[in-house]
């Protein structure tokens, strides 16, 4: 980690900046990195939990292999993102914000991707899946399994 912490000068701004590239290295920002990173700037580990804890991107625990997020934004919403919701909490065994135990599958929400026309929407690993309907949410997850094999 220090090797890593190197690169950047130790300024208070960087904070941001280090804490993306730990979360696009590991997937998630492990909790034993924060005293390295405290150290390096100079600032306290409970500042960064602040940070950590403001924006919603960032994970102290290690995210699913492949990443589910539904858009829960009033367009979708009125379109039946709830039921969608519902199908993937369902289907998956787990809620927004939690991890499968075969560490598979994240579930997330969010709202408005900027694509209303489409909604209700599913985005899979970046992909948007539009016009949603509960009876798709089984085929997309066996999908995303096979691509596994
Ligand atoms: S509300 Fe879902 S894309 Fe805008």
């Not at 290295?25 to 405290?38: E, V, W």
């Not at 499968?100 to 994240?106: A, P, Q």
């Not at 909604?119 to 399994?145: C, R, S």
């Amino acid at each position: 980690m220090e090797k890593e912490l190197k690169k950047f000068e130790g300024k208070q701004e960087e904070l941001i900046h280090i804490l993306h590239e730990i979360q696009q290295k590991y997937g998630y920002i492990p909790p034993q990195t924060l005293s390295s990173i405290a150290k390096h700037l100079k600032i306290s580990e409970a500042e960064i939990y602040g940070v950590l804890t403001f924006y919603k991107g960032f994970s102290l625990e290690p995210k699913g292999k492949h990443r589910v997020t539904i858009c829960m934004g009033t367009a979708c919403h009125v379109r039946g993102a709830p039921m969608i919701l519902d199908e993937f909490e369902r289907q998956m065994g787990i809620k927004p914000e939690e991890t499968s135990e075969d560490k598979l599958f994240s579930l997330e929400t969010v709202n408005c991707v900027g694509a209303c026309a489409l909604g209700p929407i599913a985005i899979i690993d970046g992909k948007y899946h539009g016009h949603m309907v509960p009876q798709k949410v089984k085929n997309l997850i066996e999908q995303t399994k096979k691509e596994e094999e």
